[in-house]
């Protein structure tokens, strides 16, 4: 085994992955702390979310 990192793998080792529930199907996904300010598509029933608003833990 290498020591070796794939280019970028700093700057993503210090996300951390956050629980959202759609408010409108239920659907729970995992997201990464850097998209808490970005609006994000439920992969169940397509709605846009607001990460932040429907952060679950």
């Given amino acids: 085994?290498?020591?070796?990192h794939c280019p970028g793998f700093e700057s993503n080792k210090t996300l951390n992955e956050i629980t959202v529930k759609c408010p409108d199907c239920g659907k729970e996904m995992e997201i990464f702390s850097d998209e808490l300010d970005k609006k994000v598509k439920c992969s169940g029933c397509s709605t846009m979310l607001d990460p932040?608003?429907?952060?679950?833990?």
């Fill in 1 to 4: 085994m290498t020591d070796q």
């Fill in 52 to 57: 932040a608003a429907c952060k679950v833990n």
